[in-house]
């Protein structure tokens, strides 16, 4: 190695015992020191946004979840108080009674309902129980079971639906302004994204959701 690139060298001088001089050496150093403190706040900072934007959003999903639970815990309590049917039977019902006549494929319904296979099986076998609705084999490929709304099943569902109606307004609707129903849809759709259409809103089905101020 030549002086002129040695360390400690003229063309790298050290300061003298007094302190006189910085050479570019020390400087380096410093500079870098400085540089990599600068760096790590720089990045706790970014880190610590991150998490914070983080813990915001789970702070969210808590809210969502305790809200989506307590008005469903109240729609099932009244609909088992009033009509003696839970609310994923209602659910099971009333997409029975929307499909062409009356009927769906097992696979279908628990898509429908957002129940697993085992799950919605064992709640078509207590509304079959029960007389609400049947089970057949598939007519047209001879594959596959279906369940059917029977004439009782939908008369239930009637009764049941006043009942549902009512507590989603109370429940739900009235607790929500105009500007909450139109971003809380507006979100929803942007979760259900990829899913199944959503069918057109009907006007009667628009009303029920106008917030009253009664």
């Not at 808590?62 to 109240?74: C, E, K, Q, S």
């Not at 049941?160 to 500007?179: C, G, P, W």
Request: glycine fraction near 8%; hydrophobic fraction near 40%; proline fraction near 4%.
């Amino acid at each position: 190695m030549t002086d002129a690139v040695r360390p400690g060298s003229a063309a790298h001088p050290r300061p003298d015992p007094a302190g006189a001089k910085i050479g570019p050496e020390i400087g380096t150093e410093i500079g870098t020191e400085i540089g990599t403190e600068i760096a790590t706040e720089i990045c706790t900072g970014a880190t610590t946004e991150i998490r914070a934007q983080d813990s915001e959003g789970h702070a969210v999903w808590r809210h969502y979840l305790r809200g989506h639970a307590t008005v469903t815990r109240a729609l099932e309590a009244e609909l088992l108080a009033r009509q003696e049917l839970s609310l994923a039977a209602f659910d099971v019902l009333a997409e029975l009674a929307q499909a062409p006549e009356r009927r769906m494929r097992m696979t279908e319904l628990a898509d429908a309902v957002l129940l697993s296979r085992s799950g919605v099986t064992r709640m078509v076998d207590r509304l079959e129980r029960l007389g609400l609705v049947t089970r057949g084999r598939v007519e047209e490929d001879g594959r596959g079971i279906a369940a059917t709304l029977t004439d009782q099943g939908q008369e239930q569902l009637d009764r049941a639906s006043v009942t549902h109606v009512a507590a989603v307004q109370r429940h739900f609707v009235n607790r929500l302004d105009e500007t909450d129903l139109r971003d809380l849809r507006r979100i929803s759709r942007r979760l259900t994204a990829g899913a199944a259409p959503e069918p057109a809103a009907t006007s009667a089905e628009l009303t029920a959701l106008s917030p009253r101020h009664d």
